[in-house]
């Protein structure tokens, strides 16, 4: 398993709380984010990269998103 934080608008992922929250619970090596650029299609972009990333290891993938970060989650 492993999780993704997807961070809302005019936040960051590395530096949100609810991050931190996460890899202290299920540990680093089970918890991704990255910063999200603000064009709504290159922040798309981007986390489909470090999705397909993730998946090369065959791991199933789960994203948590909050406000903004949610709504990507959800896309």
């Known amino acids: 398993m492993h999780i993704i934080y997807v961070h809302g608008f005019n936040s960051t992922g590395t530096g949100s709380d609810k991050y931190l ?11 991704s984010t990255l910063d999200l650029p603000y064009a709504p299609m290159q922040a798309i972009a981007a986390l489909e990269d ?5 998946n090369k290891n ?15 989650a959800t896309y």
């Open 58 to 72: 065959d791991d199933n993938i789960i994203l948590v998103g909050t406000s903004l970060g949610g709504f990507y």
């Open 21 to 31: 929250m996460l890899v202290d619970r299920f540990g680093k090596d089970h918890v």
């Open 50 to 54: 470090l999705i397909a990333e993730i």
